[in-house]
């Protein structure tokens, strides 16, 4: 019988051939992009370049992937279990679904004309959807792709919040200077907020009882109580060096533990942090220009900023309240969502 020569040699030998082999499996592995949720991997999409740059903060944010997508994405969010990934693609009237195991656009989802934000509702079936060229907010049954309803608003709708309930639906209109309140019960629009000069964004407190607008072109954010639907009171920016005209608020995104409300400052290239409790400012940190999208990872030791005008994404040592690095991604940066 034929016996390999490596078979004649002797037990160490072989134990380091098994070794050598365990070695070059694990490097195979780390080599190949993450095959599951709870990568870490932080997602950005970029309006002009039509991609979505995927950074690894475990590699020294490297880029592992450039995901191309349909023309201007902009709005992202997971779905619950972060398999997926949709991004609202504006120009081309529709949401691409990323596959985040194969990092790649895996279907299309057409909307109506020019969907910029975007929310999931609790139940994970559907998705709500600002149009802004039709002012109507579009909701999409995910698995058929059909139009369940359509939610008539004031010019130009953007910002979009379901409440954990799903009771509620608030949207911004940017032209009307409203909030627009809509009951998912009874199917219509049950109030309308004023609010300050053009409102982009919201988020909510972390125990539900207020929403925070941003109000571009006022440069403030209003504080809408959300028991009463009321104005309860607004919050100025001015980072120094400043003047009032650059600051326009658009970004908005509560920390994990809820105990800091940051606000991307446009054109004043700052984010502020905010103690939701006080509504006071506690500091203001210089990033890129024009300051949009913002996350935090789930440590929360680090904030990710999209900066729309200077093509990057600013990393912000929260601790240390400074911006530590800036990664280049593409052009236009819009949305920041991690996959933790």
């Known amino acids: 019988m034929f016996v390999p020569a490596w078979g004649k040699r002797s ?41 979505v740059t995927v950074l690894d903060p475990a590699r020294d944010h490297a880029i592992v992937r450039q995901i191309q997508t349909d023309a201007r994405p902009r709005d992202m969010h997971f779905d619950k279990a972060h398999k997926l990934l949709y991004v609202a ?15 790649a656009v895996v279907r299309r989802i057409a909307t109506g004309p020019s969907p910029e934000m975007f929310a999931i509702a609790p139940d994970g079936k559907s998705l ?16 058929t792709g059909k139009t369940l309803n359509q939610i008539t608003t004031g010019p130009e709708p953007e910002g979009v919040l379901v ?41 909510m407190t972390a125990e539900r009882k207020e929403l925070w607008v941003s109000d571009e072109l006022a440069g403030d954010v209003t504080v809408i109580d959300t028991a009463t639907d009321q104005v309860k009171t607004t919050i100025q920016f001015l980072p120094p060096g400043f003047r009032p005209v ?16 940051y606000v991307t400052l446009g054109r004043a290239n700052h984010v502020a942090f905010v103690d939701p409790a006080t509504k006071k400012i506690r500091a203001y940190i210089l990033v890129g220009s024009r300051a949009w999208g913002v996350a935090e990872n789930k440590k929360g030791t680090l904030l990710y900023v999209a900066n729309g005008l200077s093509d990057d ?28």
């Open 11 to 51: 037990s160490g030998n072989a134990k380091g051939l098994a070794r050598l082999f365990a070695v070059l499996l694990f490097v195979s592995l780390i080599s190949l992009p993450a095959m599951a949720a709870g990568t870490g991997y932080v997602f950005v999409s970029n309006e002009r370049s039509n991609r």
């Open 89 to 103: 693609c504006g120009d081309d009237n529709a949401i691409d679904v990323i596959n985040v195991a194969k990092l």
């Open 128 to 143: 709500y959807v600002s149009e802004e060229d039709s002012a109507i907010v579009r909701q999409i049954d995910i698995a």
């Open 163 to 203: 409440t954990p309930d799903d009771s509620r639906i608030y949207i911004t209109s940017e032209v009307a200077d409203m909030v627009h309140v809509y009951d998912t019960k009874k199917k219509k629009l049950i109030d309308n907020i004023m609010v300050d000069t053009r409102p982009r964004r919201f988020a």
């Open 246 to 261: 650059d600051v326009t608020p658009v970004g908005l995104a509560l920390s994990h533990d809820g105990k800091t409300m």
């Open 313 to 340: 994404v600013s990393i912000i040592d929260i601790h240390a309240q400074k911006t530590i690095r800036s990664i280049a991604t593409g052009r236009v940066p819009h949305t920041v969502a991690i996959d933790e």
